[in-house]
């Protein structure tokens, strides 16, 4: 669960901000929610967990704690209980009372980005390209569906972003099926439970498991210089990440009385 909560954390501050959107399930003719969005559905998990942290809250302070700051808190604990570093979390977030599955469509990252793009998708919400490459680091941890890296199982040696054919080898054993595999695989072949820089240096090795992970490194230029820094110091990571999280976690913010403290995060407050 630590890698899906630090990943909600994301998919929510992507879309209007980090406003508890994500959570809000569909009403037919009033709210077309996020999680039916191409990139979400069927693919990001943990909301169970984050009712669970709400309906706790909501026993010990009622009404005071937003669904979007348990977003931001969970995937700080997630970094830390995973061995990562723990970076201070601003909170005072409010949820939003709209969700929006066109921006979530547009402003979230695709696996087959190559860096132009990743670069862009970051800097629409005022990231930077070093922030990029310090959250991709989040792929330390987690899993994904085989589908999101399956053609690249179909080895080309032209292609520098091509995986290593020892770790083809291995995904091919683990998505039997191909896309079609509903298999979970490690993001971060290494350690995969350790929140730690090894994602780097399986790059340097073609062991990224994304096509968006391998060309931060096959592309020549900013990219390929930090993950090199990366992979070589892990301190220059955790530092590099701690801040790209805080900068992530205040993406245009609901606060004061704009939005709502939500009472069931799934639901706008009758
Ligand atoms: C740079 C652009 C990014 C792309 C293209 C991308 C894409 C993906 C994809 C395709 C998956 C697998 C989804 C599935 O199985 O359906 C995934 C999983 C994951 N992503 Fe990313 N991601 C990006 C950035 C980030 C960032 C910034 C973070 C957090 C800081 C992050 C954290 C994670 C985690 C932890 C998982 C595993 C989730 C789980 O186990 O449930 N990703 N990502």
């Keep these: 669960m630590a890698g899906s909560l630090l990943r909600l954390h994301f998919h929510d501050c992507f879309v209007q901000g980090c406003d508890g959107s994500l959570l809000l399930k569909s ?15 069927n693919s990001v998990r943990g909301f169970e967990v984050v009712d669970a942290i709400k309906a706790a809250l909501e026993q010990e302070c009622p009404g005071i704690v937003s669904c979007a700051d348990i977003f931001a ?9 995973s061995g990562g570093p723990s970076y201070p979390v601003q909170l005072g977030r409010r949820d939003s009372l709209t969700a929006n599955r066109e921006l979530a469509n547009k402003n979230l990252p695709g696996f087959n980005f190559n860096v132009t793009d990743l670069v862009a998708a970051f800097a ?3 990231l930077s390209a070093r922030d990029m ?5 989040g792929h330390s941890i987690g899993k994904a569906r085989c589908n999101t890296f399956a053609a690249r199982l179909t080895p080309d040696p032209q292609d520098p972003t091509a995986l290593s054919s020892s770790y083809s080898s291995l995904l091919q054993q683990q998505c039997p099926a191909g896309a079609a595999s509903d298999a979970l695989v490690d993001l971060d072949v290494t350690t995969p439970i350790q929140f730690d820089n090894a994602y780097y240096s399986n790059l340097l090795s073609n062991r990224g ?5 391998q060309v931060l490194y096959s592309t020549p230029g900013a990219t390929r210089d930090l993950v090199n820094l990366y992979a070589q110091t892990n301190s220059a990571f955790a530092k590099d990440f701690s801040v790209a ?9 609901l606060t004061g009385s704009e939005g709502q403290v939500r009472n069931q995060c799934g639901y706008v407050n009758a």
Excluded at 209 to 213: A, G, N, Q, T
């Design 124 to 126: 629409n919400v005022g």
């Design 133 to 137: 490459v310090a959250l991709s680091g």
């Design 73 to 81: 808190l969970a995937a700080r604990d997630s970094v830390a209980v």
């Design 27 to 41: 009403i037919a003719g009033v709210i077309e929610g996020e999680q039916e969005a191409l990139p979400n559905a």
């Design 209 to 213: 498991l994304l096509h968006s992970d």
């Design 245 to 253: 999280m805080l900068k992530m976690g205040s993406i245009t913010p």
